[in-house]
Nanobody, 124 residues
Framework: VQLQASGGGLVQAGDSLRLSCVVSGLSFSNSYMGWFRQAPGKDRESVARLTLYDVTTSFADTVKGRFTISINNGMNAVHLQMNGLIPEDTAVYYC??????????????????WGQGTLVTVSS
């Protein structure tokens, strides 16, 4: 199983970025996807979660209303659209996946596979 994350960069406050995560080696439609971020000196935290078979999404309160998720089933890709970026969004962003069931998973330890991370830096 491989996850390839991309799309990070240096932007100014108020700008937008779209992160992408391409998944290979597992059943994409039966997966549960998560986007996490880790700022320097802080724990890794959940940003957004997605159940692919019914497209149920969940977002952290800190990004709700600014971040959205979209899916490209043909490419086995999940995109995290980040609008209205603020300096506090600066972090390394990771995508992760696990098998889906009826539960929601927000802890990093609950995910089986991880991408390599992509750095997002938001300047004020």
């Amino acid at each position: 199983v491989q996850l390839q994350a991309s799309g990070g960069g240096l932007v100014q406050a108020g700008d937008s970025l779209r992160l992408s995560c391409v998944v290979s080696g597992l059943s994409f439609s039966n997966s549960y996807m998560g986007w996490f971020r880790q700022a320097p000196g802080k724990d890794r935290e959940s940003v957004a979660r997605l159940t692919l078979y019914d497209v149920t999404t969940s977002f952290a309160d800190t990004v709700k209303g600014r971040f959205t998720i979209s899916i490209n089933n043909g490419m086995n890709a999940v995109h995290l659209q980040m609008n209205g970026l603020i300096p506090e969004d600066t972090a390394v962003y990771y995508c992760a996946t696990r098998s889906a069931d009826s539960c929601n998973y927000s802890l990093p330890s609950e995910y089986s596979y991880w991408g390599q991370g992509t750095l997002v830096t938001v300047s004020s």
